[in-house]
């Protein structure tokens, strides 16, 4: 088949980058290529099926990789100006108590995809599903992709194929190998706002385990970076928000990257030698499991104390010496770990790494190939959990799609 601008990938960016194509170049045909039998399947998964869609505190502090994700998205039109005015979804902020998370009103992704099916129907934007591309062939005047039982030739090319992450939605890298094959540059390749790995045996007696408080990516001593929220501990793995906006990390710092937990934040060293001071008065004739018992749920209090002094934890809370409870307080404010690893790509829900920025100019055209445009996950950037990669999503498939439908109305269409 033909179109003049084909676009792999019917996630959150590619189906942005449709619709501005579209309204760059109304008369240019269109062509969503999807490999799974429909397109928005990852949209409708995002934010427990709530689609956090943006977010109201986006800094530079919240995306990670060499291209300028920031920069892109502070020109583009925003969430408001994108789904109330443009779109018709009305939008909330701080669902389910994330600080300056944007969600549907409705609170259902499925609110999203819809208004966006709505548009591309609207605009007359064709969807090529069950198509999955296998190869993309450079020609004189456009690019052939090898895929599904015929091939498709097109004038533009747009990439939005994501990376890595949840690849039961389509994501599973295929377009970012075809992309090195052809020359592409690529950052370090790993799972992002994802849980991070440690030693089971470090995990022992911890599982289930919930517990608020502040924690911290540490690297030779040196504090990376601090997140505060519900930290989860699981068989291997320590999971909740605040670890996977430490996740990105891992790729810089294999091998030497440690998680450090302060697990009362809010209460000083003094402080909390005043209160266990009392405790062993008011408590001493029980045993050196309830020690904290007053503070943290059984497994997490047992753990603690077990983990910094070495007796048996029947004996009593009175014959506790001052070098000892010096210890269990050590555990609660620096509670340490050694990172071993990232989840496996289905847990993840974002690629660190991707295509190098240097492989892009500033509207998202590859400096390779005249005529391609990249966006979304499948470009070198991560933004935390909380609508930032989703905000790049839409942005960076504002940016992509509008530029080419303007280049090929330029070309004479």
């Excluded at 052809?182 to 007696?205: E, F, N, Q, W």
């Amino acid at each position: 088949m033909k179109t003049d601008i084909a676009i792999i990938g019917g996630g959150a960016s590619g189906l942005t980058a449709a619709i501005a194509a579209k309204e760059a170049n109304i008369g240019a045909r269109v062509t969503i290529v999807e490999k799974l039998p429909r397109t928005g399947k990852k949209i409708i998964a995002s934010g427990n099926g709530k689609c956090n869609l943006s977010n109201m505190l986006l800094s530079e502090h919240n995306y990670h990789g060499s291209v300028d994700a920031l920069k892109i998205i502070e020109k583009m039109p925003d969430y408001n100006s994108f789904f109330t005015d443009y779109l018709g979804v009305m939008c909330v902020s701080g669902s389910e108590g994330r600080e300056g998370g944007i969600y549907p009103r409705s609170n259902s992704s499925n609110t999203i995809v819809n208004a966006m099916r709505m548009k591309l129907d609207e605009l007359g934007i064709e969807e090529l599903c069950g198509c999955e591309v296998r190869g993309i062939i450079p020609e004189k005047d456009g690019f052939t992709l090898i895929g599904g039982d015929d091939n498709i030739r097109c004038k533009r090319l747009i990439i939005a194929a994501g990376g890595y992450a949840a690849p039961t939605f389509g994501t599973d890298g295929g377009i970012m190998r075809l992309l090195k094959n052809m020359g592409y540059k690529t950052a370090k390749i790993c799972p992002a706002v994802a849980p991070l790995r440690v030693s089971p045996d470090k995990l022992k007696g911890l599982k289930g385990v919930r517990v608020k408080g502040e924690i911290s990516a540490v690297s030779g001593g040196e504090i990376l970076r601090t997140e505060r929220g519900e930290m989860q501990f699981n068989d291997n793995n320590i999971s909740g928000i605040c670890v996977f906006n430490l996740a990105y990390l891992f790729s810089e710092y294999e091998g030497r990257l440690n998680l450090k937990a302060d697990l009362l934040p809010d209460m000083t060293w003094n402080e909390l030698k005043g209160y266990l001071e009392n405790i062993r008065k008011s408590r001493g004739k029980l045993p050196l499991e309830e020690l904290l018992t007053g503070i943290f749920v059984k497994n997490l209090a047992m753990y603690l104390v077990k983990n910094s002094i070495d007796r048996p934890l029947t004996d009593k809370i009175s014959t506790l010496k001052n070098n000892e409870l010096s210890a269990v307080m050590s555990r609660i404010k620096a509670l340490e770990f050694e990172v071993c690893g990232c989840s496996p790509w289905q847990n993840s829900q974002s690629t660190m790494g991707g295509i190098h920025a240097s492989c892009v100019d500033e509207y998202l055209q590859s400096r390779l190939h005249r005529g391609i445009y990249l966006c979304g996950e499948i470009l070198d950037t991560a933004g935390d959990c909380g609508g930032y990669n989703l905000q790049w999503a839409w942005s960076s498939g504002m940016l992509a799609g509008g530029s080419c439908g303007k280049s090929l109305k330029g070309a004479g269409k």
